[in-house]
């Protein structure tokens, strides 16, 4: 007769899980923490961008920092999974990013809902979806300016965009769960009993 813990290991879902939502709602927290929590089950694919890194960012750790010029030859070489534009600036996740990964680990990417939409079309990786929802469009409004890093004009584009993103989400079928960023302790044990299967 098997074990209980042979029985979980035999339907743990290694697929990867795509987290998804506006700026500032904290999916990079729930990433961390979820990593940090079982080292063992979970790392991240990281992705390639060509923005200026912004202050505590890692090469290679937060994204990989890369030029036009190069993000331009991945495309044409067909290295990414997905890629977007993004105000300005190219956004992709490559192949490699994922199957560079450990196979007894979930493989965690952070993508927007363009990407998301790529995927989902190609169904390459076949993954489990998640939705990060901000709890008003005011609080993202406030989130956007207290990081100080962008104008008036482009905090209203992505206030609108995330308006937009989130009446998406609650499509039916849309995404398997929906997590909402007012209580971010409740929404990671959401987020991890979904990623864990329990």
Known sequence: MASA?????????LRPIIICG???VGKDTLIKKLIESHPDKFSLAVSHTTRQSRRGEVQGKDYNFVPRSFFSNMIYRDSFVEHISYCGEYYGTSKEAITSQRRDRIVLLNINMEGVETIKKSQRPSARYVFVKPTCSH???AELRA????????IRKRVYRAIAEVAHAETPGAYHIILTDDDMDKAYDRLEGFALGI
């Open 147 to 154: 990081r100080g890093t962008e104008n008036e004009s482009s």
């Open 22 to 24: 506006p700026s500032r």
């Open 5 to 13: 813990h042979s029985q979980v290991a035999a339907t743990f879902d």
């Open 139 to 141: 609080a993202l409004q």
